[in-house]
Structures are given as C-alpha cells and as structure tokens.
Nanobody, 119 residues
C-alpha cells in the first residue's frame, strides 16, 4: 500500500494550492479518503473527508468554504483544493485512507507534504 502526496509548497496569504494523493496497493474506490494536517507543536487534525463514491464530504469548520476535497477513482487519486489560504493553514498535510467514512481511524497514511503560507 502506498499513498504519495504532492503539490505542497510556499504560497502567499490569499493564494491557492492543490494537493494530490496518488494511491496504490488497495481498492481505492472502496475507501474513504481524508486529508489531515499537523502544525508545529499541535496535534494532527482532520481537515476534510470524502466517501468512496465521492458523493459525501465533510470539512473542519476552520476550512469550510475555502477547501474542497475531491477524488478521481479512475486515476486512484484524491485532491484537496485550498483557496484563500491563511498563515494558520501552515502545516504538514497528510492523506489517509479509511475503511469506513467518518468512523474509526485511517488504515493507511501518506508521508505528508509541507504547506507554508507566508508573505
């Protein structure tokens, strides 16, 4: 099983980034996919989750209206579109795969990608 994130980087406040998570080694469409983040000195938190078919999504209050999670099951890839970025969005972002949508802990984790929002 492998989850590989990409798309992180340095962006100015108000800017946008799109993260990608390429999955292999499991039946991607059967798993809910999530994005988590961890800022220095803080606990890892869930940012957004999407179910296997892509019909249902859930967001942390801090990112609602700014971030959009999506997936392409034909490409085994999940995405996180991040708009109107703020300095407090700075963190390492991880993608994760879970057997159940919004229930239990993820089964699989990626290695993370750094997002830095700074002028």
């Amino acid at each position: 099983v492998q989850l590989v994130e990409s798309g992180g980087g340095l962006v100015q406040p108000g800017g946008s980034l799109r993260l990608s998570c390429s999955a292999s080694g499991f039946t991607f469409s059967s798993y809910a996919m999530s994005w988590y983040r961890q800022a220095p000195g803080k606990e890892r938190e869930s940012v957004a989750t999407i179910n296997g078919s892509g019909v249902r999504t859930n967001y942390a209050d801090s990112v609602k209206g700014r971030f959009t999670i999506s997936r392409d099951n034909a490409k085994n890839t999940a995405y996180l579109q991040m708009n109107s970025l703020k300095p407090e969005d700075t963190a390492v972002y991880y993608c994760a795969g879970s057997t159940f949508y919004m229930r239990g802990r993820p089964n699989y984790w990626g290695q993370g990608t750094q997002v830095t929002v700074s002028s």
